[in-house]
C-alpha cells in the first residue's frame, strides 16, 4: 500500500499548483481522502476532505474559495487544486486515506481517522 505525493514546488504569490496523490496497492474507491500540511514549527493541519464518490468536499477556512480537491477513481488518484497561493500556505503537504466515505467539518481534520498517508510534497510560496 503506498501513496506517493507530487506536483509541490516553488511558486509566485498568487500563483497556482496542482498536487497529485496516486495511490498503489489498493483502491481508493472505498476511502474518503484528506490533504493535510505541515509547516516548519506547527502542527499538522487539516486542508481538505472528499468524499468517496467525489461530491461531497469540506475545507478548512484558511483555503476555502482557493483550494479545490477532486479525484479520479479510475485512476486512482486524488488532487488538490491550490490557486491564489500566498506565503502562508508554504507546508510539507500530505494526503491520506480515511477509513470511512466521508467525515464531518468536525471530524474530518482528526489525522487517527486516515490509515495511509503518503511522504509529503514541498509546496513552497515566495517571491
Known amino acids: 500500500v503506498q501513496l506517493v505525493e507530487s506536483g509541490g514546488g516553488l511558486v509566485q504569490p498568487g500563483g497556482s499548483l496542482r498536487l497529485s496523490c496516486a495511490a498503489s496497492g489498493f483502491t481508493l474507491d472505498y476511502h474518503a481522502f484528506g490533504w493535510f500540511r505541515q509547516a516548519p514549527g506547527k502542527e499538522r493541519e487539516a486542508v481538505s476532505c472528499i468524499s468517496t464518490d467525489g461530491i461531497s468536499t469540506t475545507y478548512a477556512n484558511s483555503v476555502k474559495g482557493r483550494f479545490t480537491t477532486s479525484r479520479d477513481n479510475a485512476k486512482n488518484t486524488v488532487y488538490l487544486q491550490m490557486n491564489s497561493l500566498k506565503p502562508e500556505d508554504t507546508a510539507v503537504y500530505y494526503c491520506?486515506?480515511?477509513?470511512?466515505?466521508?467525515?464531518?467539518?468536525?471530524?474530518?481534520?482528526?489525522?487517527?481517522?486516515?490509515?495511509?498517508w503518503g511522504q509529503g510534497t514541498q509546496v513552497t510560496v515566495s517571491s
Open positions: 491520506a486515506a480515511g477509513d470511512g466515505i466521508f467525515y464531518s467539518a468536525t471530524n474530518y481534520r482528526e489525522p487517527v481517522r486516515y490509515g495511509y
